[in-house]
């Protein structure tokens, strides 16, 4: 299973960026697909993910200016990202979760900059 993420860089404040995971080899059936960061010095936070329901859940910090999607025919998660702030700043993993707790994927990581 492989998860590549594209589209991170440095943006301005009030700025907006798309992040992308694509996946591969995939062999499971896909419970979840979401995005998660991690700041310097703090703990690995969920921000968005979306389940195969279709309903999607959101960090309090995030709401309102991101937006998780997916293309099933790409096995692909998005995370349209608005209205940034210097406190998005952190690497974000793309993640990918099967109906096994052992079925959980992580991507090498993105990293966005929002400078101030």
């Known amino acids: 299973v492989q998860l590549v993420e594209s589209g991170g860089g440095l943006v301005q404040a009030g700025g907006s960026l798309r992040l992308s995971c694509a996946t591969s080899?995939?062999?499971?059936?896909?419970?979840?697909m979401g995005w998660y960061r991690q700041a310097p010095g703090k703990q690995r936070e969920m921000v968005a993910r979306?389940?195969?329901?279709?309903?999607?859940n959101y960090t309090d910090s995030v709401k309102g200016r991101f937006t998780i999607s997916t293309d099933n025919a790409k096995n692909t998660v998005y995370l349209q990202m608005n209205s940034l702030n210097p406190e998005d700043t952190a690497v974000y993993y793309c993640h990918v979760g099967g109906p096994s707790d052992w079925l959980k994927y992580w991507g090498q990581g993105t990293q966005v900059t929002v400078s101030s």
């Open positions: 080899g995939i062999f499971f059936s896909i419970d979840t």
């Open positions: 979306i389940i195969n329901d279709g309903s999607t």
